[in-house]
């Protein structure tokens, strides 16, 4: 059964499941036992309607009185999301956003471990760092010998090609990627773009076009 | 007929607009002329029907044997998604990822222009930085003074929301939020949300699924 949901189960359901686990999370810190799919629905800006159905795609049953227990629904959506074991990254690319990227104290509380960075510069090496920089061509024996799977790029965009390529010939099956432009997954692996200008450009267009209407 | 146009584009026709128009930059500096509806489809990785129809929806035509022209295209899409004049935008939260996107090199490529940092700690102040990283209170003035509608917020989960309403009421009509927290958009405001950690778990489960199923 939980094949066939993880077949159904689209980018923007996973993302939703995200949303609900982040808001499980502030409400075990405030001591919440339990919560309504209504509460779930506020924190991530969707219907109640949606949340039970996100939630029924897994099997997940709450019950019209009582709710969801906030512990049970929190270990079970960990386990969807691959939470229930650290997740270890590297980033390629130390410029601005890789750095960044290295030492962002989100991923920590979320169960994801950056495990080292990557760069072809020598000034940017430092083996001693936490987490470590090294040089690029050790990429592939670093992600062997730790079993990595997930990799960021903050390469630039002149470089992204080439660098997904020795990514995933080393065994990388998700990339995060911030390099300006498209790259495209090729079968067995899944790319993810997060383009900075693009994201910035549509918020110009729906400025632009929320203040014309006015 | 742009109004309507307008109306009817949705953020994934835009994000599909940003693509081709970074295509047709790539191809313009390779000195490209002409450009077919194909090789647009090929660069944003959609179909070349799916080009032609967004492109009918902003009433920009190409022709069969001689498809686009360069050129006039990137300037048809620039003024579509408001490039046609400098976009001047706030950083709000000056710890990584803030001062990162301070100095991003993409930006000044797109047209986009970084007019100031703000932040909390006076430890991160630097008035005659490039761009100028300043108190918080002084936002409000900063925004006024410059017309910016545009903001980026990296700041801490718990602070988000009020600084979000700071913001907003100091006159910004569209922020790029970075904070972990799904930030809700009041009217007349666009909000988008970008969420490293929800990224990162979309791409382990999507990661772990395809494992299980080979």
Sequence with gaps: MEKNAQAMANRSCIIRLS??????????SLNFVRVFSDNLADAAGVTAAQVRKDFSLFGITGNRRGGYKVDDLSDQLNKILGKDQLQEVVV?????????????PGFDRSGISIAAGFDIDPAKYHPDGQPPVLPLEQL?????ARDVR???????????????????????????????????????CVVTNINLETELENLI????????RN
């Design 150 to 188: 997930l990799a960021i790029l903050a390469v630039p965009d002149y470089a992204a090609q080439q660098v997904l390529e020795l990514t995933l010939s080393a065994g990388i099956k998700g990339v995060l990627n911030f390099a300006p432009i498209c790259l495209k997954a090729p079968g067995g």
């Design 92 to 104: 390629i690319g130390v410029g601005n956003i890789g750095r960044a990227l290295l030492h962002y």
């Design 205 to 212: 267009y729906f400025v632009n076009a929320t203040s014309d």
């Design 19 to 28: 949303r609900y686990k982040n808001a499980l999370n502030r409400l075990k």
């Design 140 to 144: 592939a024996e670093a992600i062997r």
